[in-house]
């Protein structure tokens, strides 16, 4: 009796550790990705979750319009710099911040920099913890953007994603 017990405990573990493995070999939906560059002499690092559109209504369906939304998927997006730099015409201070958005219909986004950093998504995000909020001009691309990526040039960074770039300008 102990020996078929001690088989079926060994045959128990197999399973699990083959189960562990096949699930660690699926592509994550939602996989992390960073942006990171210069923008004058400030180093800027983005780190986010890339969701895929997969054939969904992103804009007012899956990312309600007015509604703080995570600019990205799981965990809050975090914008870092190791310089101030200038959003706005206001100043962001050197630092690490969860950066939120507030897509709107009327195509004048809101663009958000929290203080606490480190959050889940947007379910705990607290108003009083902005550092910085600035409106922001959103565009239509002309081909859909599967993934959500953000992209750093010179002038500032851009989130694209389905059919919207959002760009924000940095000094």
Not at 129 to 146: N, W
């Amino acid at each position: 009796m102990k020996a078929i017990l001690k088989s079926i405990a060994v045959l128990f573990v197999a399973c699990v550790s083959i189960t562990a493995q096949a699930q660690e070999a699926k592509p994550k939906p939602s996989p992390a990705a960073t942006a990171t560059g210069k923008i004058k002499d400030a180093t800027i690092t983005i780190n986010y979750s890339s969701p895929s559109v997969k054939d969904r209504k992103i804009w007012g369906g899956l990312e309600p319009f007015d509604k703080v939304w995570r600019a990205g998927a799981n965990d809050a997006t975090t914008f870092e710099t190791d310089k101030d730099i200038k959003i706005g015409g206001k100043t962001l201070p050197a630092g690490k911040y969860s950066f939120f958005l507030i897509p709107r219909e009327s195509g004048t986004w809101t663009a958000i920099f929290n203080s606490e950093a480190k959050q889940w998504g947007a379910f705990k995000y607290n108003q009083e913890k902005d550092v910085l909020r600035t409106d922001v001009k959103v565009k239509a691309l002309a081909d859909k953007q599967e993934k959500l990526v953000y992209k750093i040039s010179k002038s500032g960074f851009v989130l694209e994603w389905d059919k919207v770039s959002v760009p924000v300008a940095v000094k």
